[in-house]
């Protein structure tokens, strides 16, 4: 059986966007005989917030979006992903950096990546020997980067079609282990699709360049064979063309919510965006027989405040 997960981060509310994801996600698995995993990503201690994991079920459940298996939590598999990255480290696929970040933007001649962080110039490739001998030069603990082979990494992505990156020239070498200790991004999702058997992977397209990388980990942890299927979907955008965020005004559902919206208006104007006319009220089951991945938009969604009016009124 092919899987999916959806896969909240505990680090703030379930928005209007994260719901278009989410609810793609779920039709393209229940039209398509997919099991769903729920798996919290909770690797950001510092920014996840209290209940935040709990408060983004209960909106799941609200939107009428359910899965399978789960919830799985990160947070108590460290240990399986500092492992792995031992493992990375010992067959040479990964060596200790100790460039803090602020080295790393000063030092970086290359284009900044789509992302914000400045493309590692590759400063302590191939310097130390061992962990030990890079935190002793260094005085500070080291985390671990993944080294970028050299050449491009093409993919079909199941919305936007042939993908090409070139990693190594385009991102960098990448953190997969921080210096606390927290697995990055990268890692993590790897080393968990991989293990809980996910083949499919539905997000938004703020993480296309993601994509690349976690196959460059794939390959390098020998599950070549193990590659998911992914579809990146375009993001939910304000009017300003940023995704969206808090500068946009509330679009947390609970915010909906709490005001007497429905769950079928908010799936209306959701199956909107995923260009399905529903009318004024729909329920995601009833999406199911109408819902085509090749009639989403192929352009950024923009909330307006027309879309907001149509909640509301």
């Known amino acids: 059986m092919r899987i999916t997960r959806l896969a909240p981060s505990p680090t ?21 005989g ?16 209290a209940g935040a994991d709990r408060q983004a079920m209960e909106d799941l459940r609200w939107l009428g979006l359910d899965w399978d298996r789960g919830p799985v939590y990160q947070s108590p598999r460290v240990a399986v992903y500092r492992s792995t990255a031992e493992r990375l480290l010992t067959a040479g696929a990964a060596y200790p950096c100790v460039c803090t970040r602020r080295e790393v933007e000063l030092a970086a001649s290359a284009p900044h990546a789509e992302d914000g962080a400045a493309v590692y110039p590759g400063t302590c490739r191939g310097r130390f020997k061992s962990m030990r001998e890079a935190e002793g030069a260094a005085g500070r603990v080291a985390a671990v980067r993944f080294a970028a082979p050299e050449g491009e990494v093409e993919f079909s992505d199941g919305f936007r079609g042939g993908c090409r990156f070139d990693p190594a020239k385009e991102l960098g070498d990448f953190v997969i282990l921080k210096a606390d200790g927290t ?9 968990d699709d991989a293990e809980m058997g996910v083949s499919d992977v539905v997000r938004g397209d703020d993480l296309l360049d993601s ?17 998911p299927k992914y579809v990146h979907l375009p993001l939910v955008v304000g009017t300003d063309g940023r995704r969206l965020a808090k500068r946009h ?17 908010v799936v209306a104007l959701l199956a909107r965006w995923c260009g399905i006319d529903a009318g004024r009220e729909v329920s995601a089951n009833e999406l199911l027989g109408r819902f085509e991945l090749g009639r989403v ?5 923009v ?11």
């Open 249 to 265: 005004g509330d679009t947390r559902l609970s915010y909906y919510r709490q005001r007497g919206v429905t769950a079928e208006r």
């Open 34 to 49: 997919w099991g769903i995993l729920l798996r919290v990503e909770d690797l950001d201690g510092p920014r996840v917030k």
């Open 12 to 32: 703030g509310a379930l928005h209007l966007g994260n719901a278009r994801t989410f609810l793609v996600n779920w039709l393209l698995a229940r039209q398509n």
């Open 297 to 301: 938009p192929r352009e950024p969604i």
């Open 183 to 191: 697995a990055a991004y990268q890692l993590a999702v790897v080393v």
């Open 211 to 227: 994509t690349p990388r976690q196959m460059l980990l794939y390959r390098a942890l020998g599950m070549g064979d193990r590659l």
């Open 303 to 313: 909330f307006s405040e027309a879309d907001d009016r149509f909640l509301r009124d």
